[in-house]
């Protein structure tokens, strides 16, 4: 699980530089001061916050994927550990509106494998000293694995409508959605009732039973190796049919510190020398007494925190943290929704316009590049965005929540264009978003018109 989520961090990394100067730097979309200004938090912090520079970010991924390397490679694993979630929580802190779900699963996952003995194999700490079993158990798992139950079993909870609990049609409707839908979702939308089957299945299944069978006490690697076969599926199916970034391969890197030792003892014999460590009893982690005492009043504080928080984000759930546990949910960044497709699947899906003002009053369509405007579906809508951080951006570009983010966004692409078109520039822009909204039995209703944005060039923000 430690290499796969080093692995996860650089793929990461790599994505959102191919975006570095637009959602990082005082040239993009989200200058600092912008973000610091309206989306302010109580000591909600970054490295990023002290300079956007071109330079400075650059250098900031570069070590941060430096680290990343460090963990799996599994030098000095705790503290490498330790460095990776702090970078990863200042990257995020960043820019929060490109994150999603798999992100805060991310950086969870960092923080409990803190505490976990995760460098204990299959690294370069591990020539130094191999435990005598293989079997951990402490607080910090019991955090690591109800973590990832809790993912999946408080998004069924989320999930209210009849469209997962009776219609079984919340994959149909998924599927409905263009900038999503990828891959295999093409031939699955052909068959209605195995998207009903495949809802009900997912719901019931993947969502409520198999996340518990992860906390059964009795008897537990099987069950476990179950849990965590069940979740491998689940992400892959995300990842044959959905456009949804790097959320599945977090899921799959998650799940693998759920199988047994007596599955991987069949790897360690073929690849390592691992095998001839025992896997009967328990070991634990060699340290004083105050410090362990401490770390455990710690995690436990946090471990109720976190699901405190789940239980307090139901619906029907009275209960809500007081003010001051905010500045401990902000500072370790323990905030987390696992709400995905919650109460019920968006209904409503659609595409961006882009109309250039020209000078002379003329319209030009910076998308297409061409004279007047094409308010036609394009084909393939997820294709409109370069990476999955783009398509987020762009979800909460359309929300009214974050429209203090659309001038700034706006005079960005009027400065891109008349770089890259000297000979062709636009003064003004209007960003139109086309609405598509999805009906039962393939259909639509007429589409929408929404003006989501004006803006000028030389105009100043408001």
Known sequence: MRIA???????????????????????????VDLLLKFDEKPLRWSFHFLNDSYAYELFLFLFNAFIAILLIVGWKTKLTTLLAWIFLVSLQNRNPFIQQSGDDFLRLILFWGIFLPWGSFYSYDAKKTIPKSKNYFSISSVGYMVLVASVYFFSALHKTSPEWRTEGSAIYYALSLDQLKVGMGDWLYQYPSLMKLLTFFVYYYLEIIAPLLILVPYK??????????SIILLHAGIASTLYVGLFFVIG?????????????????GKITHISKVTSSGFYSIRSPKPIRQFTFSFLLVVFLF?????????PNFKFVPDDRFMYLNNALKLDQFWGMFSPGVYKT????????????????????????????????????YPTDRWRKFAENYQKNDFNFMRPYYCRYLI??????????????????????????DYKTKPIKQQNTCLCYENEPVQ
């Open 415 to 440: 400065r891109e264009w008349n770089k890259k078109h000297p000979d062709n520039k636009i003064e003004g822009l209007n960003i139109l978003f086309i609405l598509e909204e999805s009906l039962p």
């Open 252 to 268: 799959l890197s998650t799940s693998l510190g759920l199988l047994s030792s007596g599955i991987m003892d069949k790897l360690d």
């Open 349 to 384: 899906d659609g595409w961006y316009v882009y109309r250039g003002i020209k000078s002379n009053d003329s319209i030009w369509d910076i998308y297409n590049n061409k004279p007047g405007l094409d308010l036609t579906k394009p084909k393939d809508i997820d294709k409109m």
């Open 5 to 31: 989520i080093g692995l996860v961090l650089l793929a990461d990394l790599i994505i959102r530089a191919t975006a570095l100067r637009e959602h990082y730097t005082s040239d993009g979309v989200l200058p």
């Open 220 to 229: 537990n690697q099987n069950l476990r190796a179950i849990a965590a076969i």
């Open 306 to 314: 976190c699901f405190a928080s789940n239980l307090g984000n139901l």
